[in-house]
């Protein structure tokens, strides 16, 4: 975790302090106002939750009836830069919808960035079922950036790979080509699933990292 995401969560702790006294409230009275569970913000402010989400800054700010940026101060630039959210899940032998439904910044929940990669443009998904097996787990959280909106590039053909079927379904698959053009091969890694044949796809791209459930410092 870098320097810069623990010096922001200082400023939030000292800013939800001194804003909470100033309403004459309490942290479990702004945390049930808010939807959170009861010990929510205490935990921010002692710094149990390291890395608090956006949106549930946002969520205690309304509350408060003050700004984002009097709850976060100077910390708004790397807090947005640094947090991804997780859009959905890509099925490994689960049969899982592609979830696009989600506010710009939010959805399952949120994930720090890894230092690897620029946030600019990276999606975050996380694994359901065990096709992909030892390679990724069910709760991997995956993470990938959309080079193109149709098709695959072709440096990505052979990887492991996001991929959205022609019926709208999400995946983790490596992805090879098939016996025509414009069809593909959709591989599982676990033996003991079944891979889908010169199957049609809109478009897929190639897993750049991938995080098991309790590494991704999820909030």
Same mark, same amino acid.
């Given at each position: 975790?870098?320097?810069n !995401?623990? *010096? #922001?969560? *200082?400023?939030i702790?000292a $800013?939800?302090?001194? =804003?909470i006294? %100033?309403?004459d409230t309490?942290n479990r009275?702004?945390?049930d106002?808010a939807?959170?569970n009861?010990?929510? @913000? &205490?935990d921010i402010i002692? &710094?149990k939750v390291?890395n608090?989400?956006f949106?549930?800054?946002?969520k205690?700010?309304e509350?408060?009836?003050v700004?984002i940026?009097?709850?976060?101060?100077?910390?708004a630039? #790397?807090?947005t830069r640094?947090m !991804?959210?997780?859009?959905? &899940?890509?099925g490994?032998?689960a049969l /899982?919808?592609?979830?696009?439904?989600y506010a710009k910044g939010?959805?399952?929940f949120?994930?720090?960035c890894?230092?690897?990669?620029?946030?600019?443009g !990276? @999606?975050?998904v996380? @694994?359901e079922?065990d096709?992909m097996?030892?390679? +990724?787990?069910?709760?991997?959280?995956?993470? +990938?950036?959309r080079?193109t909106?149709e098709?695959i590039?072709? %440096?990505d @053909?052979?990887?492991?790979?996001v /991929?959205?079927?022609q019926n709208?379904?999400a995946?983790v698959k490596q992805?090879?080509?098939?016996?025509e053009?414009g069809?593909f091969?959709?591989i599982s890694?676990?033996?003991?699933?079944?891979?889908?044949?010169d199957?049609?796809i809109r478009?897929?791209? &190639?897993?750049?990292l991938? =995080?098991? %459930? $309790?590494?991704?410092?999820?909030?």
């Amino acid at each position: 975790m870098s320097k810069n !995401i623990m *010096d #922001s969560g *200082d400023i939030i702790a000292a $800013n939800l302090t001194r =804003l909470i006294a %100033e309403k004459d409230t309490n942290n479990r009275a702004v945390a049930d106002s808010a939807g959170l569970n009861p010990t929510g @913000v &205490r935990d921010i402010i002692t &710094r149990k939750v390291k890395n608090p989400t956006f949106a549930t800054l946002i969520k205690i700010a309304e509350v408060l009836g003050v700004s984002i940026e009097d709850v976060i101060g100077g910390s708004a630039r #790397s807090l947005t830069r640094h947090m !991804i959210a997780v859009a959905g &899940r890509v099925g490994a032998g689960a049969l /899982v919808p592609l979830m696009d439904s989600y506010a710009k910044g939010d959805g399952l929940f949120h994930v720090v960035c890894p230092p690897q990669l620029n946030p600019h443009g !990276i @999606v975050a998904v996380q @694994v359901e079922g065990d096709s992909m097996s030892p390679m +990724y787990q069910p709760g991997h959280v995956l993470f +990938y950036s959309r080079a193109t909106h149709e098709g695959i590039l072709s %440096e990505d @053909v052979g990887l492991p790979c996001v /991929v959205e079927d022609q019926n709208g379904m999400a995946w983790v698959k490596q992805v090879k080509r098939g016996t025509e053009p414009g069809l593909f091969h959709l591989i599982s890694l676990n033996p003991n699933s079944e891979s889908a044949w010169d199957q049609r796809i809109r478009w897929a791209s &190639r897993v750049l990292l991938a =995080l098991p %459930e $309790n590494m991704a410092g999820i909030e």
